[in-house]
């Protein structure tokens, strides 16, 4: 194309698709206070969490069953873990560069972090939906498999990678500009039997948006 603009949209494109890589990193911690009870007889609730451009889940311990039930032996004490997936090379960075967040654009490897929570978080980035029975063993299974097991089919925190209150695991997936944390939030809560779909979602605010009507 021979448009002066052509080079403006791409340099465009690459910037906004860099920001959602970026945004797959860890992110302050949010105001922590309990969670919502539900409505008479929710069977679970599932919390889904915005933090600038990154999201993740929000499970009580209580539902940390199944395949994923191994996780109470790294946090035996929280009543409340968050959940996220992100490209491994940067989100594992304590220091992560334009560099790297341009190379997070292309496919690369995954990783899952697990952190404690005291209580459930609170904020107006955080949504609480509820969820049958089914739906949680639908999304046990899928965060089952998104973790990569050792050997002996036990979960394998990556070495040197522990923070103040969490873990970073081995993950199976791969990242790319079109498959950012925040496409497997969404295709998480697909599991979990809410109404949204993780097809074409790339950004946070997108994600928010499709739990936010998903009554």
């Not at 009580?60 to 873990?81: C, D, M, N, Q, R």
């Not at 090379?89 to 697990?114: D, E, K, Q, W």
Request: glycine letters at 10%; hydrophobic letters at 40%.
């Amino acid at each position: 194309m021979h448009s002066p603009r052509h080079p403006r949209a791409t340099t465009l494109i690459m910037t906004t698709l860099l920001m959602a890589a970026s945004g797959c990193m860890q992110a302050a911690r949010p105001t922590l206070v309990c969670a919502p009870s539900g409505k008479p007889g929710c069977t679970a609730t599932v919390g889904f969490i915005k933090q600038g451009w990154h999201t993740g889940l929000v499970l009580s311990a209580t539902e940390l069953k199944g395949p994923i039930h191994a996780l109470t032996h790294w946090f035996p004490a929280a009543p409340y873990v968050e959940i996220g997936w992100g490209e491994r090379p940067f989100y594992t960075s304590r220091h992560p560069g334009i560099l790297m967040g341009l190379r997070a654009l292309f496919p690369s490897p995954s990783v899952l972090y697990v952190e404690a929570l005291r209580h459930g978080p609170r904020g107006p980035h955080l949504l609480w939906r509820e969820i049958s029975t089914r739906g949680l063993a639908h999304l046990q299974q899928f965060l089952g498999r998104a973790f990569r097991h050792g050997p002996h089919g036990t979960l394998e925190p990556l070495p040197s990678r522990q923070t103040d209150a969490g873990l970073f695991f081995r993950a199976h997936g791969t990242y790319d500009a079109f498959h950012t944390c925040n496409t497997w939030t969404i295709a998480a809560l697909h599991h979990a039997g809410l109404p949204v779909r993780s097809t074409g979602i790339i950004f946070a605010d997108q994600a928010f948006a499709a739990v936010q009507s998903a009554q």
